[in-house]
């Protein structure tokens, strides 16, 4: 649960830094396009989101509450 809710924070968070930086967030001196990257990977490195939450779900279905 916390993997999908820190990555996916942390990818809103980046897109929003960029969008308020414009153009000058996409360039290489800003770090911001990096960052991004390497947030999105860590999105799709233990399986995505989705996957994510429909594994908690059927955990949490099944009565194991100890995630």
């Known amino acids: 649960m916390t993997k999908a809710f820190s990555t996916e924070a942390a990818v809103r968070a980046l897109d929003r830094a960029i969008q308020a ?13 990096e960052a ?4 999105r990977i ?4 233990d399986g995505t989101s ?5 594994i908690v779900g059927s955990q949490l279905l099944r ?5």
């Open 36 to 39: 991004w990257q390497m947030a």
């Open 50 to 54: 989705e996957i994510l939450r429909r």
């Open 63 to 67: 009565g194991n509450v100890e995630l």
């Open 21 to 33: 930086h414009g153009g000058m967030g996409l360039t290489n001196e800003m770090g911001l396009a």
């Open 42 to 45: 860590m999105v799709v490195a």
